[in-house]
């Protein structure tokens, strides 16, 4: 490790107090905190409790303040509808104050929670900002969601206003958002107030009562309104992000931490100053765009690129780097299957020869872990730093990374690098004992978690603490498993709960268990994450049916599949699904799956000492095969 990287993590790990006091000078607080940490009930800290900020006077205003104003603040491009636009910190600050205005005249005021469904358009953004300026809780839901998922949201915030779009598009289809808004507000047992629409040009939609508004009426007499000062531990939003069971968990971010721990990872993670130009190719649906689309670059004062295409198709594999050289871009920050995807569209690379990236630095990759193949040919290509870095809707900001901003670390291929400063990450194994380097064992993170992280889950403190905090005392559970090696670096090898990772999103397998399960001919399934060269997981469905069901397989399959489309999301990817005759099980009756996965993955599996019938392994094995799922 390098000397003035492990000087200044040893200090954020040994004194987080001083550390975290020290950086949250450089945010604006209306009244700076006198307390940093409150470890008086744990596992719920309270970080800068007696601060007051906003979020989005840190996001926009204060660059005004300080001279900024007319600097391009955010750059939409979208190959997909051909529009492209640039608005200035004043610019979008006027726009995000009259949205603002909206809803606080539609009602919404302080700790209102709104729910924002929106493709990648500005508007989105400024909807975000707006609930930051006036105090309201927003919750955005990623638009690949089914109404099904988009309902649970909306009971579990009891939202006040729900804030959507006409439409989204997606390579060779149109999202209408109009219907599934509707098929979820019927689902849902809460009923939002009302509903603020923005009308996409050319895709104009029905609004049906006095309680649906178009964007453009809302703002109609808008004046621009302030921040509001908003307590440190207010909440900034919830995330939902999925769980163990159907029913997702609501990550809140607290104000005045998630504004001190983002605004310093653009200079001490990505090396990214003010005057650089940034761009992280995720969705805001997800906790990427949350922090690196949105908050992030806007705290630290820098450009920002929303964008509305895929890495492929949208329309070739050479638009990133068209975006890139285009906008000057610094640094990228997206998924490795993005990477794999214009791999696999242009393997030589000769869309990225016909474009001057000269002011290219790094590219940061997360989501899933990097297969050193990808980054291997990424490196190859860009000729900069790839950096494989680790970190979960929970924490918000990466917790393992090469701190490219204090100083370089070397790469080593497949590992997610070194805990960031703040996190202090542990193995431990089942026994609760420490692992020793290069030993396997479930990753955790001594408590308290840094500012930014999550302090609580939404209205379910209960559920926060067993979940996270009850089976290592004193840890944070990350469930993810890996190992740490001899120095230092950090390896993620894999989730020990039925989290899967599909082109970068997360998908809970139980989720799309439940839904199969009410297929009226199922009688049990099992639904795991095979491995697969794109997405780097799939989803795939097995099927034991009720006796003396009447329905052909294929149709049974075919039903299943629109099933989980439909209540799900087709983000879900599910389209794999197979009739077998049983599950393995063992003797308590629990599912085999990750058996299952074992086989369906060729990898070297034990025969579980508690499985209930052994020749069942070999029935699911020739259905894979026959299947095509296995090759022999
Ligand atoms: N709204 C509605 N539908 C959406 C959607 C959205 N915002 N995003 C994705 N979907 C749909 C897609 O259209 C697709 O539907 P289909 O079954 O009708 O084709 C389905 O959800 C699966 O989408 P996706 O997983 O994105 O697969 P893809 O085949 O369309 O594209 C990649 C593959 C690799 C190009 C794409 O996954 C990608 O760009 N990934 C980048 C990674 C990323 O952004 N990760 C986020 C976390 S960092
Ligand atoms: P999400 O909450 O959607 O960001 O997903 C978080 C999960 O994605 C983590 O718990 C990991 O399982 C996985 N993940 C994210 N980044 C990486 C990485 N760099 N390497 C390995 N797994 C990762």
Redesign the pocket.
């Known amino acids: 490790m390098n000397l003035k990287f492990k000087e200044i993590y040893d200090n954020s790990i040994k004194n987080p107090n001083k550390f975290w006091e020290d950086v949250s000078k450089d945010i604006f607080w209306y009244k700076k905190p006198s307390k940093i940490l409150n470890q008086s009930n744990p596992p719920f800290y309270k970080w800068f409790e007696d601060g007051t900020t906003n979020t989005c006077y840190n996001a926009l205003d204060i660059h005004i303040q300080n001279g900024l104003g007319d600097k391009t603040a955010l750059i939409y491009d979208s190959p997909i509808t051909g529009k492209k636009s640039k608005f200035t910190f004043s610019n979008l600050k006027e726009k995000v104050a009259k949205f603002a205005w909206a809803l606080q005249n539609q009602g919404v005021g302080k700790g209102d929670r709104v729910i924002i469904y929106m493709p990648m358009i500005p508007e989105a953004v400024m909807a975000m900002l707006a609930c930051g300026r006036i105090g309201a809780i927003h919750s955005v839901v990623f638009g690949g969601f089914a109404a099904n998922e988009l309902a649970s949201r909306i009971d579990d915030s009891k939202a006040k206003i729900l804030v959507t779009a006409s439409c989204g598009f997606e390579p060779g289809r149109t999202v209408e958002y109009k219907p599934l808004v509707d098929k979820a507000l019927e689902i849902a047992k809460h009923k939002p107030e009302k509903l603020i629409l923005y009308q996409r040009e050319g895709h104009e939609v029905d609004l049906n009562n006095k309680n649906e508004i178009s964007w453009n009426d809302a703002i109609k007499s808008a004046q621009e309104v302030d921040c509001v000062e908003m307590n440190a531990n207010d909440f900034a939003y919830i995330l939902y992000?999925s769980g163990t069971t159907g029913i997702p968990k609501g990550i809140v971010r607290d104000i005045g931490g998630h504004i001190v721990a983002l605004k310093w990872t653009m200079k001490n993670i990505y090396n990214i100053n003010q005057d650089d130009v940034w761009w992280s190719a995720s969705d805001i649906g997800?906790?990427?765009g949350h922090s690196y689309i949105v908050y992030a670059p806007l705290f630290k004062g820098c450009t920002t690129v929303l964008f509305e295409g895929k890495p492929v198709g949208t329309p070739d594999a050479g638009v990133f780097w068209r975006v890139i050289s285009e906008y000057k871009i610094k640094s990228l920050f997206t998924a490795p299957t993005a990477f794999r995807a214009i791999k696999k569209e242009d393997p030589e690379g000769k869309f990225f020869s016909k474009y001057d990236l000269s002011c290219f630095e790094s590219l940061f990759?997360?989501?899933?872990?990097?297969d050193p193949d990808t980054l291997k040919w990424a490196e190859s290509l860009l000729k900069v730093p790839v950096i494989?870095?680790?970190?979960?809707?929970?924490t918000s900001w990466a917790i393992s990374s090469n701190c490219t901003g204090i100083e370089m670390q070397k790469t080593k291929y497949g590992s997610?690098c070194m805990p960031v400063p703040g996190y202090d990450v542990k193995v431990l194994k089942s026994d609760k004992s420490e692992a020793k380097a290069n030993e396997m064992g479930d990753i955790v993170v001594k408590l308290p978690l840094p500012p930014g992280t999550f302090p609580t889950l939404w209205n379910a403190d209960e559920r926060y603490k067993k979940t996270y905090m009850s089976n290592y005392e004193g840890y944070y559970q990350?469930?993810?498993a890996g190992h740490i090696d001899e120095d230092g670096y950090v390896w993620?090898m894999s989730?020990t709960d039925d989290?899967i990772?599909v082109a970068g999103h997360?998908l809970s397998t139980g989720a799309i268990e439940e839904v199969l399960s009410e297929h009226k001919s199922v009688a049990e399934c099992a639904v795991l994450g095979i491995a697969d060269k794109l997405k780097g997981q799939l989803p795939i469905g097995l099927l034991a049916l009720k006796s003396g069901v009447k329905q052909t397989n294929e149709e049974i399959i075919k039903e299943c599949i629109q099933m989980v489309r439909n209540k799900v999301g087709p983000v879900a990817a599910f389209k794999i699904a197979i009739i077998v005759k049983r599950l393995p099980k063992t003797r308590s009756g629990k599912i085999l799956r990750g058996t299952i996965r074992k086989i369906a993955d060729k990898e070297v599996y034990k025969m579980p000492a508690t499985i209930d019938d052994p020749a069942i392994l070999d029935e699911i094995r020739q259905d894979l095969i026959n299947n095509k799922i296995l090759k022999r």
């Open positions: 992000t997800w906790i990427v990759l997360a989501g899933e872990r990097a494989d870095h680790w970190w979960q809707t929970e997610a990350t469930y993810d993620i989730r989290i990772n997360r």
